[in-house]
């Protein structure tokens, strides 16, 4: 893959990727791209700012626009501990399949006796069914090659450049700040004209949640 054109990516990503400004793809996009859109399990290393996100987002849209839509057919619910079970079985009554890692957590929730609970784990064993995992960091850590040999498969590692180092084209700045003004400094940042565009990295979802 040397542009766009030859990246097998549908239009409506095509798109997205010119009203972006991204001209031509960078190395980490050129390699790890057609990789991802095969569906294997990828490992991208490259420095701070080479374009591994965008390799990460345009690879996982693509495979999230193959996949079947959701219908009322197929709607799933998850029978968990520290959920609501009443809304798990409002759920249920609607129609949805629920899945549960535990059966007696099925019955709870299920909303009358004569449903019975189907036990999936081997027609799931063998389908053999996997997922598929993208992962993209600037350095390849012992723990990350620790986490890389227990959930990938067959995995490609792809590296560009030198692991650890940040790129030319961009300036990184340290800020120290308490909690308590990490918000309004966002916030001033981001009304600065100059910043037309930014990524703001959270900790946990509800915090991304709430600066969205």
Not at 19 to 27: D, I, L, N, R
Not at 73 to 99: D, T
Request: glycine content about 8%; proline content about 5%.
């Amino acid at each position: 893959m040397r542009k766009w054109s030859e990246s097998k990516l549908n239009t409506e990503l095509l798109k997205a990727v010119k009203k972006a400004g991204y001209k031509k793809p960078s190395p980490i996009q050129m390699a790890a791209i057609p990789l991802g859109l095969q569906q294997g399990d990828v490992i991208g290393i490259a420095e701070t700012g080479s374009g591994k996100t965008a390799a990460f987002v345009l690879s996982m849209h693509m495979y999230i626009t193959q996949l079947p839509p959701m219908t009322k057919e197929n709607e799933v619910v998850s029978i968990v501990g520290g959920q609501s079970i009443e809304e798990q079985g409002f759920k249920l009554r609607q129609g949805y399949m629920g899945f549960g890692p535990q059966v007696g957590g099925v019955l709870d929730a299920m909303p009358s006796s004569n449903l019975k609970p189907e036990n999936k784990d081997e027609e799931l064993d063998e389908k053999r069914i996997y997922q598929t995992t993208y992962m993209f960091s600037a350095t390849m850590t012992p723990a990350v090659e620790r986490l890389a040999r227990k959930y990938l498969r067959n995995h490609v590692v792809v590296t560009i450049g030198i692991a650890g180092k940040a790129t030319d084209l961009i300036t990184q700045q340290v800020i120290m700040l308490k909690e308590s003004e990490k918000m309004q400094r966002l916030l001033k940042h981001l009304d600065n004209p100059v910043n037309k565009t930014a990524i703001v990295f959270c900790n946990t979802k509800k915090n991304a949640d709430a600066r969205a």
